[in-house]
């Protein structure tokens, strides 16, 4: 695991609250990646800390603090990702990667969930649809983009 032997991941919502909003400020230090770093030249809510970091923090929480937009990004996360399971569904055995077997089909996963990370950022943050699952319906189906 190299550096990362020492990440902790959190999965339970209550825990990841405790540590982004309730008690973040026992949480300053971050682990990320120089790939993100040099992507993101230093900047953004997750590669900083400081005064920048608590500055586009305000900024960003009142979105999330709404019941009502939160349920709103809920629902817009699990019609993205039924979306995403329906293109994998009817493209179930449409095309299949050499010594796969009949009704087989090869998803790139790691591709497909940044995909579906950008739909949803965009429909959240933008109200716009990328088209990005439905691209991998029609990649994974041999079509050609419209």
Not at 42 to 54: E, F, P, S, V
Not at 101 to 125: F, K
Request: charged share 25%; with cysteine; glycine share 10%.
């Amino acid at each position: 695991l190299g550096d990362a032997a020492g990440w902790t991941f959190l999965s339970s919502p209550d825990d990841v609250e405790h540590v982004s909003a309730t008690n973040c400020n026992n949480y300053r230090e971050r682990f990320l990646p120089d790939s993100y770093a040099f992507a993101t030249d230093g900047k953004g809510i997750l590669a900083t800390g400081g005064a920048y970091n608590r500055r586009h923090r305000s900024l960003c929480q009142p979105s999330f603090q709404k019941a009502t937009l939160l349920a709103s990004f809920a629902d817009m996360v699990t019609a993205s990702t039924e979306d995403l399971k329906a293109q994998w569904e009817e493209s179930k055995g449409t095309r299949r990667g050499e010594g796969e077997e009949a009704g087989a089909t090869t998803i790139d996963l790691p591709l497909h969930m940044q995909r579906l990370t950008l739909d949803i950022i965009g429909q959240v943050a933008f109200s716009h649809d990328f088209g990005q699952v439905a691209d991998c319906g029609r990649e994974m189906r041999g079509e050609k983009k419209e």
